[in-house]
């Protein structure tokens, strides 16, 4: 068996080594695979991994060696599912390894906007305490979260810890999504659909997938229902938010801040208005990438392999 991973750099920059995987198959790995040349690299493979790199059904038709594809992440928008389906090919994805890092991200985002660590850093830095007249100052005052309400778009595993963390920080918190008959165990808890739960909450964060369905579903007119005071997170995917319909709110003052980890685009590209606009924290992508999670990523890849080797794949998402 040939297995070729055509993305392994952000998996494994050095400090996550592919020694399992590499017992299992002949193994091939690519830090990063050019479009131009996904199908050359591809084309002897009988499994094949990717996070980010896409694999269409045109793609897929030009592998007929491929049997089975591993996606090193929980989302496999990235693999034409269907199609792979109908070539009789299993795609297994990664159900759970971020959950914990993410929601820490999603907090450490959340006390950045209410209050200001780096920026208040900056102004000591800069002698602004050395030079003060009084034995504080701020640059605006800090926000208390205790008592505020945490809305939170895709209640599924990542969501309902960053609502766990919520609670313990002593916020109120509405969910959209996920099985409403599964009430977590704290409280004050409360569903809520998307646009109540826009208008309610003084901090939005999305924990969905992206679906062609939902596409830019945080547009001008969600965002108008906000409270001037409320914060919006996203570290689900970029596609999930109208960027220039963000950047407008953020400008015009509609909204209070907001902080992305995910952008529409990635890398992302030099003409993105959330660079230009104000009262914007920007992270690239990082709240899945502490090494906890990414050995517990290759953890359950190396079980995805070895599970369809052994003829009975799982997580198997097609």
């Keep these: 068996m040939k297995l070729v991973v055509l993305d392994g750099y952000t998996l494994n920059p050095g400090d996550n080594p592919w020694d399992t995987l590499a017992q299992l198959a002949e193994l091939r ?15 002897d493979a009988d499994i094949v991994l990717t996070n980010k790199t896409p694999l269409t059904a045109e793609t897929l038709a030009q592998l007929p060696r491929l049997q089975f594809i591993a996606v090193l992440a929980t989302g ?13 090919i299993p795609v297994s994805n990664v159900p759970e390894y971020g959950s914990d890092s993410v929601a820490q991200h999603v907090f450490a985002l959340l006390l950045e906007l209410a209050s200001r660590v780096g920026e208040h850093d900056a102004a000591v830095h800069a002698s602004e305490w050395v030079r003060a007249s009084d034995f504080c100052f701020w640059k605006a005052p800090p926000i208390e979260l205790a008592g505020l309400t945490m809305g939170i778009v895709g209640f599924g595993r990542i ?11 002593g916020m109120s918190v509405i969910a959209a999504g996920g ?48 409270k001037r005071s409320a914060f919006f997170i996203n570290t689900a995917r ?35 208005p959330l660079l230009a606009a104000p009262r914007c924290l920007i992270t690239p992508h990082i709240a899945w990438a502490s090494l906890a999670a990414r050995r ?17 794949p799982i997580h198997v998402v097609n």
């Excluded at 969501?159 to 920080?169: D, P, Q, S, Y």
């Excluded at 970029?238 to 980890?261: F, K, S, Y």
């Design 29 to 43: 790995v690519f830090d990063r695979t050019p479009a131009g040349q996904i199908i050359d690299r591809a084309r």
């Design 76 to 88: 496999f928008n990235i693999v034409d599912v269907a199609a792979a389906r109908q070539r009789g």
């Design 159 to 169: 969501g309902r810890r960053v609502g766990e963390l919520a609670h313990a920080f």
């Design 179 to 226: 099985t409403r008959r599964d009430v977590p165990g704290f409280a004050p808890f409360a569903w809520r659909d998307v646009p109540e739960l826009f208008a309610q909450a003084d901090v939005v964060t999305l924990h969905c997938p992206l679906t062609a369905a939902n596409t830019h579903f945080v547009n001008r007119e969600r965002l108008r229902r906000m």
């Design 238 to 272: 970029g596609g999930l938010v109208d960027e220039h319909a963000l950047a407008d709110t953020l400008r015009a003052g509609a909204i209070a801040g907001a902080a992305v980890d995910v952008v529409s685009v990635e890398p992302m590209r030099a003409d993105n």
């Design 296 to 312: 517990r990523l290759m953890e359950t890849t190396v079980a995805n392999v070895a599970a369809f080797l052994d003829g009975r």
